[in-house]
């Protein structure tokens, strides 16, 4: 692009030159002019009177001969006027001429170098992240072993740094193809709340590393699905959220999405809001913000570190999404970035042609990859999955192979293939099949370590059905290969609408069927529920009290609803009455009740609703997933982390205290209703962490409450006081455990 601003600048300079040169051709036609009036009167004048006076001169003037010759001077002005006209033509052409020539030459030369610098970084994105998958996979390893806490510092600061290289090596990435006119989006249906609240959950542990709340605010009557370019999207919301816990060390961030109306059909417009209680940025930092290599001053910026790029690669990102973006902050106040996006609805189309059953066993499959090893271990995973693969290491083997088997009538079904192949890249190789009859019916996808954000949608025009830019793990490959082949019936147009097989669309499939919803105002029940729940392979969205629950299932649909019997605004049966007076799918939705313990009346209307499942807290593992089981596939049991014990315990110290306090204001109203309420959560709280002392002493608080015994209830406060004070003391103690 330099090269161009000289030659512009160049050609604007010539033309001030031509501009000089026409004045002064003017300048001296006019002088000319005036010379031959002032020569030929005195010619004149000389021939008449043999002398030049005044008195010969102004007979010249008289004369027939002056009038001649006065009469001639405009047309050798004109003659000159036609010469000087004619070289200026003349050198107007040729510099024109020239700058055309210049102008076509640089942006020939500037084309080339766009396109080579793509080039390279694409290689080199894929030559740096073959080595830093190995850092990071060996590294993962390392961590689930048995290490030091000097070895676990050690390798946490290798993990941190190869995934900040990664994350650079992506930047700069997007950067070129941004430049080089490349950034391409995916179109493909997508659950936006996952969506979202997935990419909040990649920051989770660093802002709770800082003590930073994180919040999600979803408007309630969001559409649930929605086409667009999912990975990008989490990209930018990414990118906001983890510059907010850059630059906020205490208080919160709020991540809110909500939609506004759009004219066009079809559409909707989304806007995203992250706002946080940081440092701030000066007014004019703010307008920098989004170019590339920028960052906000001040010894905060080298603190967080980063490359610069991020912002501005948001920028690009939202725009191409028919979007804005922008920042409103204070400084010492906080900013509140936000950005708006244009995703589609998705079409109601008519349904598509069942694609007929396959057994996987029977498919031929060729794996395509330049590295030895990747090949190899995909190929045999296949092989132990009872298919038949092949094997071949560049474009032109595979080509070969292919049409092999055609000739033999031993056509290959699937073609998992690396992109960069010695020879013939591998979208090349699949464009070659596409284009031939007799192999267009291979079904193409890409499996590589290298992958590039942005790949799977341009692959998908090329006739690519699937893209997996991190490998197929192997406990997904079976499901991944029966996605891949089940739009084989597909026609082309079908194919597209469809989108490509990912890791993304197989993990949401998964989930369909699986979300719940959990009503309980208790944290620490939830902190206990939300485990289990993922535990189980499964996903919830969360309500704490009648109200949320109903408004929730007013726009979403579950697979099964987790109910505590006791909420602050509504019981349990009441809450199920209204629920079951829904005439939809909701209205008959699967009830499994939570409680700390519920009377034979209570249990009778409750079944009266429909409630199949009663499962008394603190609820077991087994018996949580058991009764799961009933209404959902689970997946294997995942074991559980001290951490999460640890976040637990915290929790319960943190509800215990505020419950005992709003157990003592009550005795102090003389609310027996509301003391009784606290000593029921109390009862099941403290199982969770096995405080059997106050327990005990939350049994006897309740029944004291409820019959109206206000002394006793207020010795027993005291006591479970006591019992809680000493727990903190032995709060490192291993054998203050929580129950799983």
């Not at 960052?295 to 999404?321: C, D, P, S, Y």
């Not at 979300?515 to 289990?532: G, I």
Request: charged residues 25%; glycine residues 8%; proline residues 3%.
């Amino acid at each position: 692009m330099q090269a161009i601003t000289a030659d512009k600048q160049a050609r604007l300079d010539a033309l001030a030159v031509m501009r000089s040169r026409a004045s002064s051709y003017a300048l001296y036609g006019t002088l000319i002019a005036a010379a031959s009036v002032v020569i030929g009167t005195l010619l004149v004048a000389y021939i008449g009177a043999q002398a030049i006076t005044v008195d010969s001169i102004a007979g010249a003037q008289q004369s027939n001969i002056a009038l001649w010759v006065l009469d001639c001077m405009p047309f050798v002005f004109a003659a000159w006027g036609q010469y000087a006209s004619l070289r200026m033509a003349r050198e107007a052409n040729d510099l024109i001429r020239d700058s055309t020539r210049d102008l076509r030459t640089a942006l020939k030369e500037e084309q080339f170098t766009s396109q080579a610098k793509s080039d390279f970084f694409a290689r080199m994105s894929h030559e740096l992240r073959a080595p830093l998958n190995g850092i990071v996979g060996m590294s993962e390893l390392l961590v689930s072993g048995e290490l030091t806490e000097e070895q676990r510092r050690q390798i946490g600061i290798i993990q941190s740094s190869a995934q900040n290289l990664l994350s650079l090596i992506n930047d700069i990435l997007d950067l070129s193809k941004i430049e080089a006119g490349k950034l391409l989006l995916e179109n493909i249906e997508f659950n936006l709340q996952e969506c979202i609240e997935g990419a909040v959950a990649v920051l989770a542990q660093s802002a709770q590393r800082k003590g930073l709340k994180l919040v999600v605010l979803i408007q309630p009557d969001a559409p649930r699905r929605l086409m667009g370019d999912p990975g990008r999207l989490r990209q930018i919301i990414i990118n906001l959220v983890s510059n907010a816990i850059k630059f906020t060390e205490q208080g919160e961030i709020v991540v809110t999405a909500q939609f506004t109306a759009t004219p066009a059909q079809q559409l909707r417009t989304l806007r995203v809001e992250v706002a946080d209680s940081g440092i701030g940025i000066a007014r004019e930092e703010q307008a920098r913000l989004f170019m590339p290599y920028h960052q906000a001053g001040g010894n905060e910026t080298v603190k967080a570190q980063g490359t610069g790029l991020g912002l501005a690669i948001a920028r690009e990102l939202v725009e191409a999404m028919g979007g804005e973006i922008g920042v409103d902050s204070t400084p010492g106040k906080g900013s509140r970035f936000w950005f708006s996006a244009r995703l589609g609805e998705p079409a109601h189309a008519a349904a598509e042609t069942a694609a007929p059953s396959i057994r996987l066993e029977a498919l031929r499959v060729l794996v395509v990859d330049a590295n030895d090893s990747s090949r190899r271990i995909l190929a045999d995973q296949l092989r132990a999955l009872g298919m038949q693969a092949e094997e071949a290491r560049d474009g032109i083997e595979a080509l070969q192979q292919v049409l092999l088997g055609v000739k033999h009538d031993r056509p290959f079904d699937l073609l998992l293939t690396d992109i960069f192949l010695p020879h013939m890249p591998g979208d090349v190789l699949g464009q070659e099949l596409r284009q031939r009859a007799e192999t267009a019916a291979v079904v193409l996808a890409v499996v590589t370590h290298s992958g590039a954000r942005g790949e799977a949608a341009r692959l998908n025009q090329l006739g690519f059905t699937g893209y997996f830019g991190n490998g197929i793990p192997p406990a997904e490959l079976r499901e991944a290969v029966a996605a891949l082949m089940a739009t084989r019936g597909l026609d082309e147009e079908q194919r597209r609408r469809r989108g490509p097989v990912t890791r993304y669309t197989l993990n949401e499939k998964r989930q369909e069927g699986r979300r719940l919803l959990l009503v309980d105002d208790s944290e620490v029940d939830r902190e206990v529920s939300l485990r289990a729940i993922t535990d189980s392979g499964c996903s919830a969205d969360v309500a704490v009290n009648g109200t949320e629950a109903l408004a929730a299932l007013e726009h979403n649909v579950y697979a099964a609803v987790l109910l505590d019997m006791h909420l602050p605004d509504m019981d349990g049966p009441e809450l199920l009455r209204r629920l079951r007076a829904r005439g939809d799918a909701n209205g008959r939705v699967p009830v499994i009740a939570l409680t700390a313990g519920l009377d034979d009346a209570e249990r009778r209307r409750c079944r009266e609703f429909g409630v199949g499942e009663f499962l008394i807290k603190p609820v077991e593992q087994a018996l949580f997933r058991h009764a799961l089981a009933r209404y959902l596939t689970l997946a294997e049991p995942v074991d559980g982390t001290a951490t999460a014990q640890a976040r637990l315990q915290a929790l319960f110290f943190r509800e215990a205290t505020q419950r005992l306090a709003s157990a003592r204001a009550a005795l102090a109203a003389g609310d027996a209703h509301a003391i009784a309420a606290e000593a029921h959560t109390l009862k099941s709280i403290t199982a969770y962490v096995e405080a059997h002392g106050m327990r005990s002493a939350a049994v006897r608080l309740e029944a004291a409450a409820g019959a109206g015994r206000f002394e006793e209830a207020e010795t027993l406060l005291a006591e479970m006081q006591r019992e809680l004070t000493a727990m903190r003391g032995v709060e490192s103690d291993p054998t203050v455990c929580v129950r799983r």
